[in-house]
DNA sequence: TATATACTTGAGTGATCACTCAAGAAAGAA
DNA sequence: TTCTTTCTTGAGTGATCACTCAAGTATATA
């Protein structure tokens, strides 16, 4: 009996992901939203409940992409490969409506209002730097680098030094490629 | 015959760039900035003009404080030792109401409005890393490290790193003091 | 076709935004 | 003391914020 949305639910959240991704939580209204979505008021609220249940399905969808990525580089490049083709991959990507990232963008804005979203993208933070240690084992494992490291450790400077590239990488005039170089290039050092 | 203020001007853009610097642009409004500044709607734009042209007050008192914290490392570890103190200084300040970058946060967050204090932020970046490259060629003369690399790359590199740390010292559990030391020691490899 | 169950619409809510301005208070010069 | 100039005050501006809700519309089932 019932009428379906005349909407792509998924579809939806992408578009607000971008959105939210490239002028942030303060920075996006409901207006632009309703706008981007083709959403009237009424229908916003019956789809998502409200702005920020909204931006948490985008932080969601953000790391579950995130992580999809790494997945597919791993399984062209090997670990080793996956994490050297990363920085590249990122200030690249022109699907991508920014080359900082959307997780510590949001962090950097809410954190200090004491903003549950910080704590959940801060989270999801977290799991990606955990996921790296995964793919510094691994590449010891298969004898890439050497085991002299803490995997943990190799992954707490290699985001640090990934999220520095993708908030230069927004700069005019940066030369990225030539950072997410280097940043590859000291990992065949390990 | 005039009356003079009942405040001190250069205290006033500290306090304000310490909020802005803590919540970003959006997340200071007027209201918290008169309640801070103990300042009245009509004293407040008397003084400052807008809540912009503060802010760009606040940028540029934040740029000269860096320069000088730089300039007095340099004149205490020379300019190796303060490129290398750097890191751990910033990420240690008490002073400091954050861990980030000022400038990086205000460019992350205006930019993409096209907002002229974005390209203002941009420039003081800049500044800041010819500043870098500046140091890097002074230790280059010194012998203290190798004159294989150019001092601009390696101040590219250097400033996006640190951006990195401080963004990453804003997380709570993150190991900042690490990652510190790695930068610093890394540079004694050149 | 009739009915039940959504979905869609858009005017409207109070709160907060950056900002204005006229009136009053204070302090140095005469 | 008186006058002039500036600073201080705070109610008030229109615009925009996130959000609500009652009325209208479309669709799948019976």
Redesign the interface.
């Known amino acids: 009996m019932p009428r379906k949305p005349s909407y792509d639910r998924e579809d939806l959240i992408r578009r607000a992901r971008d959105m939210f991704w490239?002028?942030?939580w303060?920075?996006t209204s409901l207006k632009n939203l309703e706008t981007t979505l083709h959403l009237k008021p009424g229908s916003f609220y019956a789809a998502f409940g409200s702005k920020d249940a909204l931006y948490q399905l985008a932080l969601d969808q953000y790391a579950v992409d995130g992580a999809a990525t790494l997945a597919a580089l791993e399984h062209a490049h090997g670990p080793l490969g996956a994490l050297q083709a990363l920085p590249r991959h990122v200030i690249e990507n022109k699907a991508a409506p920014?080359r900082?990232c959307m997780l510590?963008?949001t962090?950097?804005?809410l954190?200090?209002?004491g903003h549950p979203l910080a704590d959940h993208a801060?989270g999801h933070?977290t799991r990606m730097e955990h996921r790296f240690a995964d793919l510094f084992g691994k590449a010891q494992a298969q004898n890439q680098i050497s085991i002299g490291h803490d995997p943990h450790?190799l992954a707490?400077?290699y985001?640090?030094?990934?999220?520095?590239?993708r908030?230069?990488a927004?700069?005019?005039?940066?030369?990225a490629a030539?950072?997410a170089l280097?940043i590859a290039q000291s990992l065949s050092r390990l």
């Open positions: 490239k002028q942030g303060a920075g920014a900082a510590a963008k962090f950097l804005e954190s200090p209002h801060n933070l450790g707490r400077r985001q640090s030094d990934l999220l520095g590239l908030i230069s927004e700069r005019p005039d940066y030369d030539a950072t280097e």
